[in-house]
Nanobody, 119 residues
C-alpha cells in the first residue's frame, strides 16, 4: 500500500507563499486520486483541494480558490500544493491523502505538515 510523506510546511508572513509536497512510496501515484486536507486547532479536518488520477480535473474549496494550486507529477510520484497570498486563517496542519476508487473517500494519509501564517 502507498505511504505518503508531506513536506514544505513553515512559518510565513501573511501574503507570502509556500509550496507543499507529498511524496508517495510503495505504490504508483497514477493509481490514486489525490487531495489536500487541513486541520486548524480546535476544528475538524477539511478538504482544501483534490486532483484526479492524471491531473486533468481539479477542485478547490471556496476559501482557497484563486490562491492555491494543486498539481501532481506522476513520474516523480509527487503531488504539490502551491499556496499564494497566505492568510492567518490558512494556519493548520496540512495532510495529503490518496484514494484508489473514489474522490470522496481517502484511505491513505500522510502524517501532516504544519503551516503557520503570521499577521
Amino acid at each position: 500500500q502507498v505511504q505518503l510523506v508531506e513536506s514544505g510546511g513553515a512559518l510565513v508572513q501573511a501574503g507570502g507563499s509556500l509550496r507543499l509536497s507529498c511524496a508517495a512510496s510503495g505504490g504508483t501515484l497514477s493509481n490514486y486520486a489525490m487531495a489536500w486536507f487541513r486541520q486548524a486547532p480546535g476544528k475538524e479536518r477539511q478538504l482544501v483541494a483534490r486532483i484526479s488520477w492524471r491531473g486533468g480535473t481539479t477542485y478547490y474549496t471556496d476559501p482557497v480558490k484563486g490562491r492555491f494550486t494543486i498539481s501532481r507529477d506522476n513520474a516523480k510520484n509527487t503531488m504539490y500544493l502551491q499556496m499564494n497570498g497566505l492568510k492567518p486563517e490558512d494556519t493548520a496542519v496540512y495532510y495529503c491523502a490518496a484514494s484508489v476508487a473514489s474522490i470522496f473517500e481517502y484511505a491513505y494519509w500522510g502524517q501532516g505538515t504544519q503551516v503557520t501564517v503570521s499577521s
